[in-house]
Structures are given as structure tokens and as C-alpha cells.
């Protein structure tokens, strides 16, 4: 059967523009109609080492990064000899034969040699348009009208230097042309299908949800929310604070959002766990705050620039004791586009920190085409009260109601004095700690107000979405995973269809709380459980036996730093069926 989608990686050192090349290459296929999921191997460095952008196409929506490698263009010698095994049989090698030395060629791989530092220097003293140059020959090579290399371009390029972009795009488009014709094409269509990281996606979505505070203190792979939300603050009305530190942060966006305005904070985890004492204090104020945790791989710094979800076992037990909090892991920039607007709402409905769980391989790491976004968001600003009844001096901010949410009140509001301390307290906010602490009266209120917090989680849970599934209903192993891992998962799970392997995945966006019991007879209801996240341990699995009872017995874990791929998927699915049978016989 032939291939309908196509891989491409774009590789070279920092410094050589790998970036905006693998950038201008994901632009070429959007505009091409094709739909497109990217990462980006990076390093933390300016110049040198060895980076790389992954980039996967086709006409039907794409999830991750394919199968291996069906054109390897690159830029350095050093990456030629990391990557050129990974391309796939029947791929190719497009390469500068005065750079690269193209040895030890897999079987059924063809060599591409296009001179692109001698079509570059045409157009600059520097060679740094290279970049361009290999876009330009690729989308000759897949047979993409030039017009539409042209208008990506100019698209991606300041006007400093698009002119000398365009006219080296489309030298390099010309020169491999009449070399070596057109050597694949795809379903091509003219509609351009817009695609951005799921940081640019969570940030649109906070403004639209309301968000007019946000915070941070920049932290890779969190920093791009904070460089959005600065670049479009005067126009669209944020305010936007740079903390000295994440404590800092954390504490002014609890001031903000007690002073009335809808507010977040972003970070990576290092910043979450200097957070984690402010965020009990939002909880025991019953302060609506955000916070998305931007993972990346740790422990400590561990690697700013790689992927991880090993910080779940953390937002589940924040702080000290116990309190309510939310937790949502979007799995797409889709999803997450409305997961900002769906936090500030319920946060501020029940009074409760949300969380936001990205990883680097959506955040920073990879773009994805996205469907046309509803900006009209709902917004609910939960029981804000301008009268209420006071006892002639204080307002019972924290009272105890039936449902469990006490009204609330902005500062400045006529008559709706309160009082708001990290202590236990009454209902109108003061202390019940000190003198009045292990009298009976306030014993029994300590209970109370604490049973109060508590008890908002059964009406959270009610409004949280249930795991989703995807692929047959009728499955002989079902594949559990949780947030952006979800992606390669899909992607194996129709390949494994396409090989006659019944296999599903339930895919889990939103953590906490959880319906426990209907979950559990979700679990109990499939074949064969295949736990899949990236952690070592299998947080997921273990969070899902505290609350189910039931036991995810096989697992693919990975811990690298690098994504999960397809076909690891897909071989760990067929080996776990392989087991099976093997144990029934």
C-alpha cells in the first residue's frame, strides 16, 4: 500500500538556522493543504552541538511523528552520521556533497546531492540560508507548486531579508527540478490549515477565557506562554508580571485573582515545587488560581529542552495535608486552547486551584495543525456577591452552604468586610487558630469548614470529562494513557489496525478528581491493559489502582527525555499480545 504521509527531519547545529528551516517546511505542507504534527530535538545551546525538527504530513490528521525518517536532509556531517540509519527503506538522504560525506547507506535509501551552501552564498556572504535552500529542493522533491514555497517564505521572514529568501528557495526549487524531477507527491489541496504549539494555544485560550493577570518567572518549556502573553499584553489587555522568583509569582496571582481579576501562572516543574506552599494557601483562602506546569525532564534542572511526565505524583499531592485541587492534561494545542478558558472557570466556580498539566513535546517541542477555534468562550465567574448579609460589620466570606461554596466578594465592595488568612478559620475568616485551637466549639467548626473545602471535589468530579476512546469498541488489548502521550498511541493504534491487531487506546485528559467508580468499570469492561506515559514508574497506572483497584499490568515507560514513538507502541502491544497467547497455550 502505498504511503499517504511523509516524514521529513531537518537537522544540522544551533547556529545553522534548523529551527526556522524545520519551521518554514511544517509552513510549506500546512499551506499545502496536508496536516502536520512536529518536534523539535533541540539542545540548551546558542550555537553548536547537534539539533534537529522532526516534521510528519498527510492529508488525514497526523498525531506524532510517524514511522522513522522518509527524508533526512542534513546540514552537518555529524548529523548525517546520528540519523542516516533511522531512515526508512525506499527513503531519502538530501545532503551537500561538499559538507557531508554520505557512507554506510542503509539498504534502499538514495542519496539527494544538492549543493545548497553553494546556492546559500548566492544570495549572502553567510551560508545561512541553507536552511531555505533544503526547503526549497524538498518541496521540489514532493512536487509542491512553487507558489506556495514562495508565499511561505515570505510568510516566515522578516523584510530585511525575504527577498534573498525567496529568490533562494526558489533557485534550490529550480536546480533540483531539473535533477531530479519530482519524486513523491501527496493529496494536496488549497486550503492552509493553521498549526501552532500547544504554549501559543493555551495562551489564546486564557484571553479568551478572560484571563487579565498572568505571571511568571521564565522557565523552559513554559517561557514561550510568557513571551505570547508580554507581545500581545497592550493589545488585547493583560497584565503581565515577571516575578524575580516562582514564590513571587504564585503569591501575586493569588493577589490578583483575589482582587477580581481572572489570573494564571506557567511554569516547569523546579518552579511547581517552589510554588506548592502558596498554592495550599489558595486553597485555604479558597483563592481561584491556575497554574500550568509546563513538565520537562528531572529530577532537579535535569533536561531543560527533552519531555517528561513525571511530575503527576507531585500536583497530586501538593502541599501539606489535604486539599481540593483540579488537575486537566490536554493532549493536543487543540485541547488546550480550551482547557485555559474550562481552568479559569472552574476555579473561580469553586473557589480551587486548576492545574494544567503540558510537556515539552506539545509546549515548545511540536506544533500541530488545529481546526478552526471558537473564541466565543463561556465564562463563569462563580458566586461574586455585591450585598449579602453581615452582622452588621463582617461579611461570612467563607460561609458554610449547602453546596459547599461560599459566596464571594471583591475587596472594595460596600459592606463585605472580611477577613482572609493561610489559618484556619470561621466563617468570616478569623482565626481559629491560637487561643481557640482544641476548644470544643472550635474543634467541631475545624471539621466543618475543612469537610466545606473537601466536599467542592463532588461537585467538581461532576463536571469532569470521562476518559475517551479511540479506534474499535471491541478490542483485545486496550492501550491507557494520559495527556500528550496519547499522540503516538493513536498513530500506532491505526497502524496496528491496518495489520489486523485488535487494539484500542483510553485516553485520560482529565486527572482529578476522578469518577472512580465509573472509571473502574471502563477498566473492567476491556481486554488486556497496556499502560503508556513517559515517567519511570508508571505514576498514571499507580494513581489509577489508588482510586480503581484495578492493576495496569504491562507497561511502556519511557524516561529518555525523547518522545514516545509509534512503532514503539506498536511493538509493545504485540508483544504483550504475544505473551498472552503464549500463556493461554
Known amino acids: 500500500m502505498a504511503k499517504t504521509d511523509v516524514t521529513v527531519r531537518l537537522g544540522g547545529t544551533a547556529g545553522d538556522g534548523v529551527q526556522s ?180 494555544a493555551l495562551a489564546l485560550g486564557a484571553v479568551a477565557g478572560g484571563c487579565r493577570f498572568y505571571a511568571a518567572y521564565p522557565m523552559s518549556p513554559a517561557s514561550s506562554i510568557v513571551h505570547w502573553m508580554a507581545s500581545h499584553s497592550k493589545s488585547l489587555g493583560i497584565t503581565v508580571f515577571l516575578g524575580e522568583d516562582e514564590i513571587s509569582v504564585i503569591n501575586s496571582v493569588i493577589g490578583a485573582s483575589f482582587a477580581g481579576a481572572r489570573a494564571m501562572c506557567g511554569t516547569s516543574g523546579g518552579g511547581f515545587a517552589l510554588m506548592q506552599e502558596a498554592i495550599g494557601m489558595a486553597a485555604m483562602t479558597e483563592t481561584p488560581v491556575v497554574v500550568v506546569d509546563v513538565m520537562r525532564a528531572g529530577p532537579s534542572t535535569g533536561l531543560p529542552t527533552k519531555t517528561s511526565q513525571g511530575d503527576l505524583n507531585m500536583v497530586l499531592g501538593i502541599a501539606q495535608d489535604d486539599f481540593p485541587r483540579v488537575i486537566i492534561a490536554p493532549r493536543t494545542p487543540q485541547e488546550s486552547f480550551y482547557a485555559a478558558g474550562r481552568a479559569l472557570n472552574i476555579a473561580e466556580k469553586f473557589q480551587v486551584p486548576v492545574i494544567i498539566l503540558l510537556d515539552f513535546s506539545i509546549s515548545e517541542g511540536g506544533y500541530s495543525t488545529v481546526d478552526a477555534l471558537n473564541f466565543d468562550a463561556p465564562i463563569d465567574r462563580g458566586k461574586i456577591v455585591v450585598k449579602g448579609e453581615t452582622n452588621g460589620v463582617w461579611f461570612k466570606r467563607f460561609e458554610l452552604t449547602p453546596d459547599n461554596v461560599s459566596p464571594r466578594s471583591l475587596p472594595g465592595t460596600d459592606g463585605m468586610m472580611f477577613v482572609a488568612k493561610s489559618d484556619e478559620h470561621d466563617e468570616y475568616g478569623h482565626d481559629l487558630s491560637d487561643v481557640l485551637s482544641g476548644l470544643k466549639e472550635s474543634v467541631k467548626l475545624r471539621e466543618r469548614m475543612y469537610e466545606k473545602r473537601m466536599r467542592k471535589l463532588d461537585l467538581v468530579r461532576k463536571e469532569m470529562s470521562p476518559p475517551e476512546f479511540f479506534g474499535p469498541d471491541k478490542a483485545d488489548l486496550t492501550v491507557v494513557t494520559w495527556g500528550s502521550s496519547a499522540n503516538p498511541v493513536r498513530e500506532a493504534i491505526r497502524e496496528l489496525r491496518s495489520q489486523g491487531v485488535r487494539a484500542n487506546s483510553l485516553e485520560f485528559s482529565d486527572l482529578y478528581p476522578l469518577d472512580a467508580t465509573k472509571v473502574r468499570r471502563i477498566l473492567q469492561g476491556c481486554g488486556d491493559l497496556l499502560g503508556v506515559e513517559c515517567n519511570y514508574t508508571g505514576q498514571f497506572s499507580g494513581y489509577l489502582k489508588r482510586e480503581t483497584g484495578v492493576t495496569v499490568e504491562r507497561h511502556l515507560l519511557k524516561y529518555s527525555g525523547e518522545p514516545i514513538y509509534p512503532v514503539e507502541v506498536v511493538n509493545s502491544v504485540k508483544d504483550a499480545l504475544a505473551r498472552e497467547v503464549s500463556a493461554v497455550a
Open 21 to 200: 528551516g524545520g519551521e518554514l517546511i511544517a509552513r510549506i505542507f500546512s499551506r499545502s493543504g496536508l496536516y502536520i504534527s512536529t518536534y523539535n530535538g533541540n539542545q540548551s545551546l546558542i550555537r553548536g552541538g547537534q539539533v534537529w525538527f522532526h516534521v510528519h504530513a498527510a492529508p488525514w490528521r497526523v498525531s506524532s511523528l510517524g514511522f522513522g525518517i522518509d527524508f533526512l536532509i542534513s546540514l552537518t556531517q555529524s548529523f548525517y552520521n546520528e540519523h542516516h540509519q533511522s531512515v526508512n527503506d525506499g527513503g531519502y538522504i538530501l545532503y551537500d556533497a561538499s559538507v557531508v560525506k554520505a557512507d554506510d547507506l542503509p539498504a534502499g535509501v538514495t542519496p539527494l546531492a544538492v549543493p545548497l551552501r553553494e546556492i546559500a552564498l548566492k544570495y549572502d556572504k553567510r551560508p545561512i540560508m541553507r536552511n531555505v535552500v533544503a526547503a526549497g529542493a524538498l518541496a521540489a522533491a514532493l512536487g509542491i507548486d512553487k507558489k506556495v514555497l514562495s508565499e511561505a517564505v515570505s510568510q516566515q521572514f522578516g523584510s530585511d531579508t525575504l527577498k534573498g529568501n525567496v529568490l533562494a528557495g526558489n533557485d534550490a526549487y529550480s536546480f533540483f527540478h531539473e535533477r531530479f524531477g519530482v519524486i513523491r507527491k501527496l493529496d494536496y489541496c488549497p486550503v492552509s490549515r493553521p498549526f501552532m504549539t500547544a504554549n501559543e
